[in-house]
């Protein structure tokens, strides 16, 4: 079974920007999910890419700020986010999601990757 390993988190200030990474140990052809969970909050989808949907993004608020992309070369998918906003602020976690982004399957959990947006 393929895992996958989230890196790239940081402390970054409002409007600034970071890139999370999302390396698997091997060849996947799978959908990735990108999530993200706040303190106290549930856990919710970000972006999503995959070959049958392409760049999927799930808030509204992350809409023209984030965006997913994939190296299959390096196994990794990226989600660069710029213009970041406290409320950004969460443990972000990539997993596959089946073929498809809109599947109900998710993959398990690994530790994520801490973004703290702060002054």
């Known amino acids: 079974q393929v895992q996958l390993v989230e890196s790239g988190g940081a402390l970054v200030q409002p409007g600034g920007s970071l890139r999370l990474s999302c390396t698997a140990s091997?060849?996947?052809?799978?959908?990735i999910g990108w999530f993200r969970q706040a303190p106290g909050k549930e856990r919710e989808g970000v972006a999503c890419?995959?070959?049958?949907?392409?760049?999927?993004y799930f808030p509204d608020s992350v809409k023209g700020r984030f965006t997913i992309s994939r190296d299959k070369a390096k196994n990794t998918v990226y989600l660069q986010m710029s213009a970041l906003r406290p409320d950004d602020t969460a443990r972000y976690y990539c997993?596959?999601?089946?073929?498809?982004?809109?599947?109900?399957?998710?993959?398990?959990w690994g530790q994520g990757t801490q973004v703290t947006v702060s002054s």
């Open positions: 091997g060849e996947t052809r799978y959908a």
């Open positions: 997993t596959t999601t089946g073929i498809s982004c809109y599947s109900d399957y998710l993959g398990s």
């Open positions: 890419i995959s070959d049958v949907n392409g760049a999927v």
